[in-house]
């Protein structure tokens, strides 16, 4: 299972960008597909979350409106469209696939998830 983020840059505050992640290996539409960053000096925390086939998406309450989980199935891919970037945003980003239930604690913890990718970095200048 491959899992592999991309996207990351710098961005001044205010601006914009969007991640992608591409998987391969595993039967993607069966998969909970989720975000996790982790800042420099601290631990690696849930942005957000989509389900398999709904659409259903849940989100940080830090990033909740300013920041858009999507996924498809047919290409294997997912995306997280990031807007209104702050520097506490700054973070290394992995995307991560979740084979459990869709439920309030599992789809938000990292526990639950089983393959992760490598990360990509978001800078976020002030």
């Known amino acids: 299972v491959q899992l592999q983020a991309s996207g990351g840059g710098t961005v001044q505050a205010g601006g914009s960008l969007r991640l992608s992640c591409a998987a391969s290996?595993?039967?993607?539409?069966?998969?909970?597909m989720g975000w996790f960053r982790q800042a420099p000096g601290k631990e690696r925390e849930f942005v957000a979350a989509?389900?398999?086939?709904?659409?259903?998406?849940t989100y940080a309450d830090s990033v909740k409106g300013r920041f858009t989980i999507s996924r498809d199935n047919s290409k294997n891919t997912m995306a997280l469209q990031m807007n209104s970037l702050k520097p506490e945003d700054t973070a290394v980003y992995f995307c991560?696939?979740?084979?459990?239930?869709?439920?309030?604690?599992?789809?938000?913890?990292?526990?639950?998830?089983?393959?992760w990718g490598k990360g990509t970095q978001v800078t976020v200048s002030s």
């Open positions: 991560a696939a979740n084979g459990g239930q869709w439920r309030s604690t599992t789809r938000v913890s990292e526990r639950y998830y089983d393959y």
């Open positions: 290996g595993l039967t993607f539409s069966s998969y909970i």
């Open positions: 989509i389900s398999r086939s709904t659409g259903i998406t």
